[in-house]
Every structure is written in C-alpha cells, then in structure tokens.
C-alpha cells in the first residue's frame, strides 16, 4: 500500500506561525529586560553610589561585567537603567496615550474650525523637537525621573492625538453609528459602545511603537545630561560617560548599548505582531 502522500503546510498556516515567531520572540527579548529591572527592585550586587571598586576594573568575580571610571559596579548599574527605562517609557507611553486619546476624542467630536485648530496645534507640537521641549521642561522643573516622563509624554500625546483623531472620524462615518444615533443613544455611549471598542487594537499597536521610541528618547536626553540625576543610573548617560574609555574598557560602553537594543528591538517585535493580529486585512495580504 502506498502512504499517503503530505499535505503541504497552507500559506495561512505558515503565516500564522511566522506572526506567533515574531510575537514570541518579541515577548522573550523585552521580557528579559523585564525581569532584569524586577530583579533590581529586589536585590542589586553593590549600592549605586558604592565607589568602593578600583576604577575601569575589568570583568571578574568581585565585578561580573567590572567597573566603571568612578570605581562603580556595572552590572549594578545596568540593572538600574533597566529600571529606569521602563519607567521612564512605560510612564511616558500612559502620559502621552490618555492625552492623546483625550485630545483625539475632542477633535474627532469637534465642529470644522475647531477641528482645524486643534489639527493645526498638533502639527506645531509634533514638528517641536523632543530635546527642546525637554530642555524647557527641565529648566522649570530641574532634571528629574519625572521631567522626562512630563516631556516624552507631551510630545508623545500630539502623535496619538492625530491618529486618535483619524480612527474617531472613520469610526463616526461608519452606517451603525448613524443608526445608533438615530435610535437614541447619546454620545457617551456611542464613544463607550462603540468608537473606543473600534480604535484600541490600533491604538494599542501605536502605543507599543511609541514605547521603544520613548525609551530611545531617554537615553538621548540621559546622555545630554537631561535625565535622571545621579545616583540613578541611566544607559544613555553610562554610554556618554564610557566614550572616552570605550577602547580600554568596551564593556562600559556595550553592555548599556546591547541592552537598550534588546529591548527596543523586543518592543518593536511585540508591536508588529499585534499589528498582525489588530489588523486583519494585513494579515490576508501578507
């Protein structure tokens, strides 16, 4: 008897797990930056300030990844910027997405000329640059965790705002909203029943890219002095402060640099894998 020839994987079913790889494998890189900021909360080899090492001391056991110029643990170090970053971004992304969805919400509701104000004041704020706005934002409040949270935020929230903006008026053109509306239901409704339940998967998507964006954003304005003061760590300012040892002492310099590209790249993974699953027109043309 003759066995049965194989079937085929279907593309369907290779592009599924091809999404599910991307998803996962998202999960696992930002997940064990994750944990590494959890574990900090918990227990760090060394105190931040403890100076007690000899400077730019190479990797050992006292010191798994060394020392840096001032005699401080890296790897304690790199522990707490994994705390701040995800502090900073996750903080930033809460700040920036409940303005933004506030803001969209009022443009997507609002008549012509105020809709067109409103438009005309996000473009301004999205063209301001990040760094410059941060620089106001610290010369009224003093670098600080929650000055860059305030500055990240703000001019994350004119990005969500716009796109809020576009998904509320696709959502309002919409057949059942005009028959919602006919039957009686008021707006509260409309945006609870059914604007918000149409534009979260996108918005959700958005959010997760603007994550990685904000977590890049801090460690720019770490390394330019702008960040969390000492003794918080910060992987932006440990690169600024290892650039002119980077040849003598490179783990000072990669260790921060390999990390904040795990986590960007895991952040991004996770957001295109929602995308995929947010966006089911994408997922039959891919």
């Not at 918005?203 to 702008?226: K, M």
Request: aromatic share 4%; net charge positive; charged share 15%.
């Amino acid at each position: 008897m003759k066995a049965a020839p194989s079937v085929p994987d279907s593309p369907a079913r290779s592009r599924r797990s091809t999404r599910s790889a991307t998803l996962v494998i998202g999960c696992v890189l930002a997940g064990l930056v994750v944990a590494v900021a959890v574990v900090s909360l918990l227990w760090l080899p060394y105190a931040p300030d403890d100076t007690s090492g000899s400077r730019l001391m190479p990797p050992g056991a006292a010191h798994p990844l060394g020392t840096d110029k001032l005699g401080r643990d890296l790897l304690t170090q790199l522990m707490i910027g994994a705390r701040i970053a995800l502090t900073v971004g996750v903080g930033s992304v809460l700040l920036g997405g409940l303005l933004g969805l506030l803001a969209g919400l009022a443009a997507g509701f609002a008549t012509r000329w105020l809709d067109d104000t409103l438009s005309v004041l996000l473009d301004i704020l999205i063209a301001f640059p990040t760094l410059l706005l941060a620089m106001l934002v610290v010369a009224v409040r003093s670098a600080s965790l929650g000055s860059a949270i305030l500055a990240i935020g703000l001019g994350m929230s004119a990005i969500v705002a716009r796109l809020t903006r576009v998904l509320v008026k696709r959502v309002l053109a919409q057949d059942f909203v005009t028959a919602s509306r006919t039957s009686g239901t008021s707006w509260p409704r409309v945006v609870t029943e059914h604007v918000l339940p149409n534009i979260w998967p996108t918005l959700l998507v958005n959010l997760a890219l603007q994550l990685g964006l904000a977590v890049l954003a801090e460690a720019s304005l770490s390394y330019l002095g702008l960040g969390p003061p000492p003794p918080n760590a910060s992987w932006g300012r440990m690169l600024q402060e290892a650039q002119a040892t980077v040849l003598t002492a490179p783990a000072g310099a990669v260790a921060p640099g390999v990390l904040l590209v795990v986590l960007v790249v895991g952040v991004n993974l996770i957001a295109d894998g929602l995308r995929d699953v947010a966006d089911p027109t994408r997922r039959r043309t891919r």
